[in-house]
């Protein structure tokens, strides 16, 4: 089990609460990337909570903004394409035929324990 790269953020300070909210209430349980940033059992770091990659597919970007909305924590295939288009650099450049990696995350049990 490694480190993925997956990092959140770069968007408008609103866009971020609402990103980190949805993270973190578990709305939101999968991100779409145009590059490889981890594999299956890889775990990252997101605002002091530590998440496992549970499964990583390529499809089309047309086929994730269609299918994953949803778990990206979108209301609809069109608001999922707002809010993906916001936050990567080269929106232009991204046809829908563009492949892409979707990654399926959950949230980990923190190994915590009170003390008496």
């Known amino acids: 089990m490694a480190n993925a790269k997956l990092t959140f ?5 609103n866009e971020d609460f609402k990103l980190k909210k949805a ?3 578990g709305k939101k349980k999968v991100t779409t990337r ?3 940033y981890g594999k299956i059992g ?4 997101f605002s ?4 496992k990659i549970t499964s990583v597919r ?4 047309g086929k994730a903004l269609s299918t994953q909305y949803k778990l990206e924590g979108c209301r ?11 936050f990567h650099i080269y929106r232009d450049r991204w046809p829908m035929s563009t492949k ?4 399926h995350f959950t949230r980990l049990k923190s190994n915590f324990s009170k003390r008496h």
């Open 9 to 13: 953020g770069k968007g408008s300070n």
């Open 48 to 51: 002091g909570v530590k998440f």
């Open 58 to 61: 390529k499809m089309t970007l």
């Open 76 to 86: 609809s295939p069109e608001e999922f394409k707002k809010f993906w288009l916001r």
């Open 34 to 36: 145009i590059h490889n």
């Open 100 to 103: 892409v990696f979707v990654y």
């Open 42 to 45: 890889d775990t990252f770091d």
């Open 23 to 25: 993270i973190l209430s």
